[in-house]
C-alpha cells in the first residue's frame, strides 16, 4: 500500500467527503465544517461522532494515521487529527 508522505489540505478534504458521503449514502458537503493545519498535523473538523469514525477509517485504509481529537469549538461535531506515518515507523510494522 502506498504510504502518504506529506498532508494536502485540499486532497484530505475531499477524502473526508467521500467517506462521509458513502457512509451516509449520499453526498453531504456540509458535513465537513473545516480544515486546519496544527504544526504537523491537520484537523478535519465534521459535524457528528459518526462521520467523524467514517473518516478515520477511511483515512487509515489509505496509509494516514487518522485520530479523534475531541469536539469542536463550541461543542457542535467533532474533530479529526491526520498525521502522516513516519518512514521509519511504516517500515518497522510492514506496512
Known amino acids: 500500500m502506498h504510504k502518504p508522505?506529506?498532508?494536502?489540505?485540499?486532497?484530505?478534504?475531499?477524502?473526508?467527503?467521500?467517506?462521509?458521503?458513502?457512509?451516509?449514502?449520499?453526498?453531504?458537503?456540509?458535513?465537513?465544517?473545516?480544515?486546519?493545519?496544527?504544526?504537523?498535523?491537520v484537523i478535519l473538523r465534521v459535524n457528528s461522532g459518526g462521520n467523524a469514525l467514517a473518516v478515520e477509517s477511511w483515512l487509515r485504509g489509505r496509509g494516514y494515521r487518522a485520530e479523534y481529537a475531541g469536539t469542536?469549538?463550541?461543542?457542535?461535531?467533532?474533530?479529526?487529527?491526520?498525521?502522516?506515518?513516519?518512514?521509519a515507523e511504516a517500515a518497522s510494522d510492514g506496512r
Open 5 to 41: 508522505a506529506r498532508l494536502d489540505t485540499r486532497h484530505l478534504a475531499n477524502h473526508a467527503r467521500r467517506a462521509i458521503a458513502e457512509r451516509l449514502r449520499y453526498p453531504a458537503p456540509d458535513a465537513l465544517i473545516a480544515v486546519e493545519r496544527e504544526g504537523g498535523a
Open 72 to 87: 469542536n469549538p463550541g461543542g457542535y461535531g467533532c474533530a479529526v487529527k491526520v498525521t502522516v506515518v513516519p518512514k
